[in-house]
């Protein structure tokens, strides 16, 4: 049993106290009990959930493992993690899966649902054995790391998905329009003489996809096709139309392709190379209308480590990917809280990932599931890369001052993180 006491919901300043209890919330300023922490006046929500980390294990562990990966995330606020499946071997077969979920669980740290690859080997040439990948635990299908370029395999899959009541999540990018480009196409790659990925990369295969899903649904096998890490406004328009035509269409956007453009790519710097690349100011400005309006349904980080040496490469040679899942709640309310409000922010990390998935709703109520996070939404904190518990221990964001810092994170009414001091 633990209370956890001085801390406040959202919208409230009336200081409370919650008793959890067999993994749930227990109840609401009740006698203190069992093993007592003080949230110090905190806010109290419920811990966040991330659709979109890669986690590297199996056989990437020098950039990140289950450890350090699980112990990021809980510092960052959350409480269930979605590992994409790009590991070496693949995230094929139901043992990995299977194995995946026990080591996570030994581990006490946030928890681990692993999606699974669509196709054997990510090759994009034979499904994989779905059925068994749901069996053994797996709570999505995603090539991510590579894109669909065989439409009619996407098709089967997503026929497939829609009998298992699975999600199929995409990297929506046409890997022959964007070719060799390591920047956002447009006038800074053009003044900086590098190749460019064009945003009709993006916006090309994500209308090929909701045709699809279109042709599906009218068929009454309406799949579920969930568009990761959007990164432009065209795109952004077809997943509004989509949802204005009544398709089960939905999609994330991270927090780097709101706080950071292609401009930063003038540093030469492959801190800034992501796949989707960032993109410009009007694109960034107009993702964050579709957070405001709901046409984007949730965030994601898409968590990506890689080990410093790699990303000191030059742009034409270094891997695509940021990794800063402990910073996303800070950053987006340092940068966006006064547009969005602490209510729509902390629904786009929480209730939202749920409601994507087809999950229980996240809930503060007696009953609920004991996933807290404590979140410190004043006080100003330096970024500092060195006190990551990710491997990647760099960002673009270092030395700058973010507010909204969690304090304490608790999974299945464990402690799973407590910052300390």
Known sequence: MLTIKNIKRPGSDTLESVTLE??????????????????????????????????????????????????????????????????????????????????????????????AAITRGQKGEALAELQYLKDAGAVMFTDDGLTNENARVLRLALETAHALGMVISVHAEDATLRADGVMNEGPVSEELGLPGNPAAAEAARVARDIEIVAGLTAQGRPARLHVQHLSTARALDLVRDAKKRGLPVTCEVCPHHLDLTDEKLRTFDAMYKVAPPLRTQADAEYLLGGLLDGSVDCLATDHAPHTKAEKERDLLEAPSGIAYIELAFPLMWTRFGHRLGLDKLLDLMTAAPARVMGWPQPSLDAGAPADLVVLDLDTEREVNPAEFKSKAKFTPWQGQTLRGWPTLTVVDGRVAYQREG
């Open 22 to 115: 067999d993994g749930l919330i227990k109840g609401w300023n009740l006698p203190e009990q069992g093993d007592v922490l003080d949230g110090r006046g905190g806010t109290v929500a419920p811990a966040f959930t991330e659709l979109h980390a890669h986690l590297r294990e199996p056989g990437q562990t020098e950039k990140e493992d289950l450890h350090s990966g699980l112990a990021a995330a809980a510092a960052g606020g959350y409480g269930t993690v979605v590992c994409m499946p790009n590991t070496r071997p693949v995230l094929d077969d139901p043992a990995l899966i299977r194995s995946l979920i026990e080591k996570a669980g030994r581990l006490g740290l946030a928890r681990l649902k692993p999606a």
